[in-house]
């Protein structure tokens, strides 16, 4: 993604909470942080499911990862490595205009030149890449092709040609997995289908909620007209209990 401009030299997995500045703050956590040679900090986060705020949360985090390299003390003059935050959205936001990749910068309005590298957001949103197999050309490309259709790896032309992407399929097999691995996988899908399983419930509820509330509105409409009980309740299939007290 970022060929020509950086080097990564190290990356870790984070699968614990960054804390903030002291116990009761927020605290952030990253699936991938990267470290480049030049000390930039590259924040990589995989976004399954599309939430309200996203890019207000984006902006949080990265922020957040700024002031916790200020140092104590009053020799400090605001000097910290750049940070960037890179999102792979399973989604699409209106707000990025429909575009597959997305990279805000801070710019001038008026001329949009660069007027400072400290910080970077580069959204990717996957349903958005339409490219075919034969038309990935770069390593990048591939990796998002993979990414979006890591059903079909073992089909893809380039699979023995890739000393990485042979590796991938490896890693995909699940056959092949040793067991604390596996064990680390079946905790992690019991982990989606949970948070899935608690989504779609209060999504259900919500419109099972919604439409009561509809229904109660209508009927209260009705009855102020001076419909007859009756016919409310053969259209809303309230009880006349409930059409009395409205």
């Known amino acids: 993604m970022f060929e020509d401009e950086h080097v990564i030299k190290d990356l870790q997995f984070l699968d614990k909470e960054q804390l903030g500045i002291d116990k009761n703050d927020r605290t952030v956590i990253y699936d991938v942080l990267c470290l480049t ?3 930039k900090r590259i924040i990589v986060e995989m976004q399954n499911r599309s939430q309200d705020f996203f890019i207000d949360r984006s902006i949080f985090y990265v922020s957040r990862t700024i002031s916790l390299q200020g140092e104590k003390g009053g020799e400090w003059e605001y000097q910290f490595d ?7 959205l399973n989604f699409s936001m209106p707000e990025l205009d429909g575009r597959f990749r997305t990279d805000a910068v801070l710019a001038d309005m008026k001329t949009h030149k660069r007027i400072s590298d400290k910080l970077r957001f580069v959204f990717l949103q996957l349903p958005l890449f339409k490219k075919g197999v ?4 770069t390593n ?9 259709n890591m059903e079909l790896l073992d089909r893809m032309p380039w699979l023995a040609k890739n000393e990485v992407f042979k590796k991938l399929a490896e890693i995909g097999d699940l056959s092949k997995l040793s067991r604390e691995d596996r064990e680390k996988y079946d905790t992690s899908i019991k982990h989606l289908r949970d948070t899935i399983a608690v989504y779609n419930s209060a999504e259900r509820k919500g419109r099972a909620e919604g439409k009561t509330e509809g229904i109660m509105e209508v009927a209260k409409n009705m009855k102020s007209k001076g419909i007859p009980l009756e016919d409310i309740q053969e259209m809303t299939g309230l009880s006349p209990e409930e059409i009395k007290k409205l």
């Open 37 to 39: 040679d030049t000390g």
């Open 82 to 88: 750049a940070v960037y935050g890179v999102y792979f």
């Open 134 to 137: 034969d038309e990935c050309v």
């Open 140 to 148: 990048f490309e591939k990796w998002i092709y993979v990414l979006t």
